[in-house]
């Protein structure tokens, strides 16, 4: 269970860093992580905390900024020298005006001013990004795709969400509804799965932890052969984790089910590449089968690959990287910090990646 923690310094020397720094914090319904980097995104400390979202948002920006000032006063970090800070949320949001708008499991938080609370509670500007989109900058910045100029990120968890990063900016929208990757269509036919959107055949319906789950459930009794069956009969609930260590364990059918995973994966990120042409698609959140670590995890990036060329133009196909995620739970915190960097900092938008290091 998540609880309220000490501050944590990073094993970064704070003597090494380079001014200004920038907080960022990354809201989620159980916890809240908050952190301060440097202006080369190396995290100087970080604190992970309890939302207690029925206390009120209130409360929650309150605790937000007494732990920003905890951070700042462990790593002997001057609160001048913090320049801005990065806010990202998770649920849809007004970011033009800095306001939450509807958030599925924090409901006594929807409609409230949260930028501007944050800002004066902490007596800073604050960037306001969705919280996805903040992980792929996150990895656009200093992650898997810090060599490339255009990213699309994929985070798959219990949902499916999405961030596009171009030359610095992150991709929001007109109506702050950018990005939304895990409601790309992959699958038009009237029985198509329902995504918890209340929309048929996302992408999201076939591709989240939750999908793979309850694929693997419905799909099982034709399977009398799996040992998922054993988790069944001893009356446990089948996840997304099962499945990959029965996977990594050589059974078939889950092997299957996370290639079919794969499968619609790239059906959707075939759409994504020949609407955005990125250099790079980055798989993150934590329904990564292993990631690059585990033979499931190689299986599972392979076929996404494999498929993907096969869907895609050859140009594409060749120049399109697709790799996993390398900040985890991080990227978070790191990649609203850097949204902050880049709204309130001293780079331009559209500067050559070289340039800004």
Not at 281 to 291: K, T
Not at 295 to 309: C, N, V
Request: with cysteine; hydrophobic share 40%.
């Amino acid at each position: 269970m998540l609880t309220d923690s000490e501050p944590q310094s990073s094993d970064f020397s704070i003597s090494d860093a380079r001014l200004p720094f920038y907080g960022g914090i990354d809201v989620g319904g159980t916890g809240i992580k908050i952190g301060i980097v440097d202006d080369h995104g190396h995290v100087l400390a970080y604190q992970r905390i309890l939302t207690q979202q029925e206390r009120g948002p209130e409360d929650g920006v309150k605790r937000i900024s007494q732990c920003l000032t905890e951070l700042a006063e462990s790593a002997n970090i001057n609160w001048d020298q913090i320049q801005a800070l990065g806010l990202g949320t998770p649920g849809t949001m007004d970011i033009p005006t800095g306001k939450l708008l509807e958030l599925p499991n924090m409901s006594g938080w929807n409609y409230f001013p949260i930028r501007d609370a944050v800002s004066e509670a902490c007596q800073k500007p604050v960037a306001f990004v969705n919280d996805a989109n903040a992980a792929a900058y996150a990895e656009y910045w200093v992650g898997t795709g810090s060599e490339n100029d255009c990213l699309i990120m994929l985070t798959l968890g219990t949902g499916l969400g999405g961030g596009i990063i171009i030359r610095d900016i992150s991709l929001d929208g007109e109506h702050s509804h950018g990005s939304e990757c895990g409601h790309v269509i992959v699958d038009t036919s009237a029985e198509a799965r329902m995504c918890p959107c209340g929309m048929r055949g996302h992408m999201e319906a076939y591709a989240s932890a939750t999908s793979v789950a309850k694929r693997t459930i419905e799909g099982l009794t034709q399977h009398p052969e799996s040992s998922l069956n054993a988790v069944v009969n001893a009356g446990r609930k089948i996840s997304s984790l099962e499945v990959f260590e029965h996977a990594e364990n050589r059974d078939a059918y889950a092997q299957y089910i996370v290639k079919e995973t794969a499968e619609y994966l790239a059906i959707g990120i075939t759409s994504l590449v020949h609407t955005i042409d990125p250099d790079i698609v980055v798989l993150g959140g934590a329904m990564d089968f292993g990631g690059s670590s585990t033979d499931t995890g190689k299986m599972f990036l392979s076929h996404i690959r494999s498929r993907f060329a096969e869907l895609t133009f050859p140009v594409l196909a060749e120049n399109t990287i697709i790799d996993f995620a390398t900040l985890g739970s991080d990227s978070g915190f790191i990649g609203a910090a850097g949204v902050a960097r880049a709204q309130f900092g001293q780079i331009g938008p559209l500067m050559n990646r070289a340039e800004q290091q």
